[in-house]
């Protein structure tokens, strides 16, 4: 991979090859163009006919890589980041606005995911009857009675939804 360096202060405002895109944000350019043909990221033709890209496509490359890797789906990510602008570099505000929109469903997701290492290591109360708690908090599987998955870990995710946990 070519070596990345500090850009050039005089080609601050050139826009980007599909090549340098990928060097930079670290995603390969099939998954580039596949962002683009899901309307992601926008790109313009040069006189050669080659894909051009302003440098802000840099952050919105970043915001997807993060937020998929929390488990935000695409189609949601398509959905926020069409709330910024097109034809022009999205401003701090632009970004509070889509921060906003998902600051909800990022709570939700840091609150289970606290939740789900806080109680990996004790019973969980799905049935399987393997960890040392399980007789106690779940003898001969009692909690199937109440439904299927993991009711000890939904229990204490209604819990804090309620603000008790
Ligand atoms: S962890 Fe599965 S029943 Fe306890």
Request: glycine fraction near 10%.
């Amino acid at each position: 991979m070519k070596k990345l360096s500090k850009i050039d202060p005089a080609r601050r405002l050139h826009s980007l090859t599909v090549g340098e895109v990928a060097a930079r944000s670290g995603v390969p350019v099939s998954t580039l163009h596949f962002y683009e043909t899901k309307g992601l990221i926008q790109s313009v033709r040069n006189a050669g006919n080659q894909r051009r890209y302003a440098r802000e496509v840099l952050r919105r490359v970043a915001v997807i890589k993060v937020a998929q890797r929390i488990g935000v789906p695409l189609a949601e990510i398509g959905e926020a980041l069409r709330e910024l602008p097109d034809g022009r570099t999205p401003t701090a505000e632009d970004w509070n606005r889509l921060s906003a929109r998902w600051r909800a469903d990022l709570d939700e997701r840091i609150r289970q995911l606290g939740l789900l290492r806080d109680q990996l290591s004790g019973c969980i109360g799905c049935g399987c009857l393997s960890m040392q708690a399980c007789p106690l908090r779940n003898p001969w599987d009692a909690l199937s009675e109440q439904g299927p998955g993991p009711r000890l870990f939904e229990a204490g995710q209604a819990t804090a939804r309620e603000g008790g946990g």
